[in-house]
């Protein structure tokens, strides 16, 4: 089933608004945690939620010390 955006698409607009929320934590290290959030619910039958359910998840780790 097509979606109106891609998944590349759903995972750059995450990192841009968490890039300004954590402007102390490198880009690149967002986007690896973006990326590793957005694969843990990229299975999951309903796709309609996974830009919200990403940037949460990922807003989630970023917040901790250790960003693992």
């Known amino acids: ?4 955006i891609d998944d ?3 995972i750059r607009r995450v990192v841009e608004r ?3 929320k954590f402007p102390d934590v490198p880009r690149a290290e967002i986007e690896d945690v973006a990326r590793a959030e957005f ?3 990229s299975d999951r ?3 309609d939620f996974l830009t919200i359910l990403t940037e949460r998840a990922a807003k989630k780790r ?3 010390p ?3």
Do not use: K, Q, S, W
């Open 8 to 10: 590349e698409e759903i």
């Open 62 to 64: 970023l917040r901790t």
């Open 1 to 4: 089933m097509p979606t109106d």
């Open 66 to 68: 250790v960003h693992g």
């Open 18 to 20: 968490l890039d300004e």
């Open 39 to 41: 694969a843990a619910f």
């Open 45 to 47: 039958p309903v796709r």
